[in-house]
Structure formats: structure tokens, C-alpha cells
């Protein structure tokens, strides 16, 4: 069967409607890329322009309010307003700070953000005044990768940004965004790791078109909850917007940035959350195929519809992203940073191994029901082993809390046990005792 | 624009068509714009009180630690992904696989460590 596929004359790798490989990418004249490039580049300008719309309406309706409706039908030239006032505004550029990367580090923040869209598969081939092309700029043999690359870039935008400004609001505020950002990026990376394993590839085309059968948000659940988290804490949004918690840090690391510039960080705000959400859609929602009971019409998949399935599949995942907004609370920072390091990368990792050593067992001719038999032994075990070691350490941290409070206690007349910063809470300790191989307990801080 | 780093020149002419943008946009607000800056306006932000001191406050070196960490993850998500690509290709099988359970548990025993240590605690 092999030598037959070998022998097989290679087909023509670009017929209208079907699903491209990473062969097809290359063949474009040079107009054609010119002309995907640019479109690229309106078609986000443009859904920022939107988003920020049907946010404001959207959070609007949830909160019983009724959002802008002032300019233009429905309110719809508002972002349109605003996006020119920002630009006019005086641009302020306070003595202190480090011009050049002042000036740079938001166009260090805009550019990657952009340049990540260019692997998005917004549809299968298409014909384009009689040229075959995948719509989609460019494919890469490691396009995914290429997108964690662009969003590593754009933590220097604001870490830049932040110390730049040679101010403690924001300098702190870069701090924090970089360390959330690069912490929950390695949970999206591993994230990534089980859909690479079913499809075979880091290229965006094949992964839509190894998609054909079932969506790997269904499949790879897990792995789709973990990204669904993580791409929320990469793009700083709520509830992880902890860089620009206005009541802790003013504007976080774009405290001391006006007009142009501070439009230059919203604008790759939103530009990112596109990104992302287009990659979930890519990766784990099907791409552009269509969703199942359409799917079964004949020509679903085919010519410039998917691009309106595309569309659909975005804007759901966006209002998701508001609907997030409009619901959740900010979470602290400590239980940001617990929350990425020991829940989802571990979980990420757990996973991985669980995902790959089902494969190899199916390649090895075990049944698939041998296999659930086996996974379900193996979490039944995990489950009860859980539970125990959470009920024995349970019973011993309430032990210690009890003697920590009666120790605070019998402590509370001596000259330091009144004090309520004493025990790390709510100012914590600035020394952060446990870097010397200590615990830092209320009780032994009292102690000291 | 074919071969192999054909795709990568598409993706650096997007970059450039970037810059380009970026750079039109900056040029067009600095002529279009307002500029009429005073002492007071240029004072760093602080909420209303005038700063003391420089900018550049002290801050936590615990975030240098988690940059660490990332630079150890992400070299392990780069091993993973080309293994993760390959891995369901025959004449790739249990050995493979029990290879990458041997690095992945490499680095699961340096998160652990971190994780004794107290680093990934915030204060």
C-alpha cells in the first residue's frame, strides 16, 4: 500500500476547495502576498475597532445599562471617535525617563502582535482572479511555535515599557506582567503539546485539516481547558489583569504613557486577545471547518464559506473573553502565580504523559476499551490517593493553625505580639524569610 | 518566495509592512498633535504627590527566579515539540516514550525542587 502511495503521481497541491498542506503555501505571486498582507493588517485594525464596541455593549446589556449609543447607529462609530481623539491628544513624555525605550517599547508591544495573525488559516484554498491560494498569508513546519515566539516578544514591549518610565507604578507593573506572562506561557506551550501529538505537526494548515473528523477541544479536553486559562493570563485580561490593577499600580506599566504611545499598548491589548483567540479556534475548535450538523451539507468546507465559520468561531471566543470581563473579580497575585505553577503546569505535564502513553499502547494494538479500562484504574487510584494525603495534611495543618493561634495568643502580651503586620498579613514580610530556609509561619515571626 | 525560507520571507514582509505602519502612525501624530509641555506636566506620576528620589524603586528579586524557571520550561517545551511530532511515526514506539517520560521527569524533579525551596510561594 505504501509503494502505491509512492507510485502515485504527487496531485496538484492547490484544487479549489480543499484542504491545504504546508506544500501548498509559497506559490503565491508576489501582488497576491502583498495584497494577504495587507488585508492582514485591516482586518485587525478593523476587529479591534469592533471589539472595543461590542465589549462596551455587550458589558453594557449584562450590567442593565445601555453602553455608547451616541455616535453613529447603535453607537458604532464610538471606537472609530475615540481611535482619532487618542492619537491628537498631547503626548507627554515625563524628564526622567529612558527616551529611546520610551519611545520604542510600545511599537515593541503592537509589532508581534500583528505578526502572529500571519499563520491564522482563515479558510482551504480559494480561487483569487483565476490564482489557487490558501487563505492564509504564510505556513510554517513550525508555525506554532512562531506564535509563542512573537508573544515572548511582546513581554519585552512592556517589561521596556515598565522600566522605562522610571516610575515605581509602572516599573512594578512590568515586573508583574512579565512574570505572569512568561509563567502562564509555559502552560499554553505545554498546552499545545498533546494537539501536536494526535496531529503530527506544528504547521496551522495541517492541524485545521487533521481536524476534519472531530475538534481536539473534544478530544483533548483537558488540554482545551488548560489553554482556555492560560490565553486569558498571556493577554493580561481579567481576571488575571493584575499588571494594570488600577487600584494597586494606576496604569501598571503604561502609568506615564499618552496618546499615541498608550494607544500603541491597547492596541496590542486587543490585537492579542484576536491572536489568541484565533488560535484556540485553530487549534482546538476545528479552524475554519464547519461546526457538525453543518458540516454534513455538501460544499460546507468548501470555497470562501469557512471564512464565515471562522468568523462565528472567533467572535464566540472573544465574547468569551468579555463575558469573563464582565463576571469575575481580579485574583491576587500569589494565587495568580499558584494557580499557573502548581495547577497548570504540572496538570500540563500529567497530561502530556497520559496523552502519549495511550497512543503508544494503541499503536501497540491494545483496544481502545483496554485502554480506558487501564486510564480509568489509573485515575481511580490518583482520586483516592488525593484524597487521602489531602485529609492527613488537612488534619495536620488545622493542628498547627490551632497552636499558631494559641501560641498568638499567649504571645499577645509581650512587646512585639500585638503588632498585626507581624505575621505577613496584609503587609507581607519584606525580607521573605522562606529564601533563608525557613518557614515564615506567624508563629515563628512573632517568635523573633 | 518558494524553498524553505520562503515562508519566513512572507512573514518579514509582514514585519516590515509593520514597522512601516508603526513608524506612519508615529510620524502622523507628531505633526498632528498638541505640544505644549510645561515643568508641572513633565513631573514622573505619582498620584498627586510630587516624586522623591528617582524613579527606579527597589523591587523583588524573587521575579528573576521565575525568569529562570521559564528559560528551563522553555527549553523543555522546545525538546517536546518536534518529539511530539514525530512521536506516532512508526519505528517510533515505547522507547520513545519512555525517553521523553525520563526528561520530562528530569524537569518535573526541578519544578519539585523549586517548589520545596519555597519559590513558587509569594509572600
Known sequence: MTTSLLAAPPATPLAAGEAPTLEAFGLDPWWLILAKAVLIFVFLMLMVLFEIWFER??????????????????????PIADGLKLPLKEDLVPRGVDRPVFILAPALATMPAFLAFAIIPFGPT???FGHQTPLQLADLPVAVLFVLAMSSLGVYGIVLG???????????????????????EIGMGLSFVAVFLFAGSLSTSEIVASQERIWYAVVLFPSFVIYAITMVGEVNRIPFDLPEGEGELVGGFHTEYSSLKFGMFMLAEY????????????LFLGGWRAPWPISLVDGANAGWWPVLWFMIKLLLTISFFIWLRATLPRVRYDQLMKLGWKVLIPGALAW???????????????????????????????????????????????????????????????????DPMAGGYPVPPLDAPHYHGRNSTSKEVNRA | MDG??????????????????????????????????????????????????????????????????????????????????????????????????????????????????????WV
Not at chain 1, 490585537?271 to 485553530?282: D, P, W
Not at chain 1, 502513553?357 to 499503536?363: E, G, K
Not at chain 2, 517545551?77 to 521523553?100: D, I, N
Open chain 1, 57 to 78: 455593549r455587550f458589558m453594557a446589556r449584562m450590567q442593565n445599562r445601555l453602553g455608547p449609543n451616541r455616535v453613529g447607529p447603535l453607537g458604532l462609530l464610538q
Open chain 1, 126 to 128: 480559494v480561487s483569487v
Open chain 1, 271 to 282: 490585537v492579542n486577545m484576536t491572536t489568541v483567540s484565533a488560535l484556540a479556534v485553530t
Open chain 1, 162 to 184: 515598565g522600566w522605562a518610565s522610571a516610575s515605581p507604578y509602572s516599573l512594578l507593573g512590568g515586573l508583574r506582567s512579565s512574570a505572569q506572562v512568561i509563567s502562564y
Open chain 1, 352 to 418: 502530556i504523559m497520559v496523552v502519549a502513553t495511550i497512543r503508544v499502547l494503541r499503536n501497540e494494538g491494545i483496544s481502545t476499551q483496554q485502554v480506558f479500562f487501564a486510564v480509568a484504574i489509573v485515575l481511580g487510584i490518583y482520586i483516592v490517593a488525593s484524597y487521602l494525603w489531602d485529609a492527613v495534611r488537612g488534619n495536620r495543618r488545622d493542628a498547627e493553625e490551632q497552636e499558631a493561634t494559641a501560641a498568638e495568643r499567649a504571645g499577645a502580651g509581650d512587646s512585639t505580639g500585638g
Open chain 2, 4 to 121: 524553505y525560507f520562503g515562508s519566513y520571507l512572507v512573514v518579514a514582509l509582514l514585519a516590515g509592512l509593520g514597522v512601516a505602519v508603526v513608524g506612519g502612525a508615529f510620524t502622523a501624530g507628531r505633526l498632528l498633535r498638541a505640544q505644549r509641555p510645561t515643568p508641572e506636566k513633565l513631573i514622573t506620576y505619582e498620584c498627586g504627590v510630587d516624586p522623591v528620589g528617582e524613579g527606579w524603586a527597589q523591587s523583588y528579586v524573587r521575579y528573576y527566579v521565575f525568569a529562570y524557571l521559564y528559560v528551563v520550561f522553555a527549553v523543555d517545551a522546545v525538546f517536546l515539540f518536534p518529539w511530539a511530532t514525530v512521536f506516532a511515526a512508526p519505528g517510533y514506539g515505547a522507547v520513545t516514550l519512555v525517553e521523553m517520560f525520563v526528561f520530562l521527569g528530569i524537569i518535573a524533579v526541578g519544578l519539585l525542587y523549586a517548589w520545596k525551596k519555597g519559590v513558587l510561594t
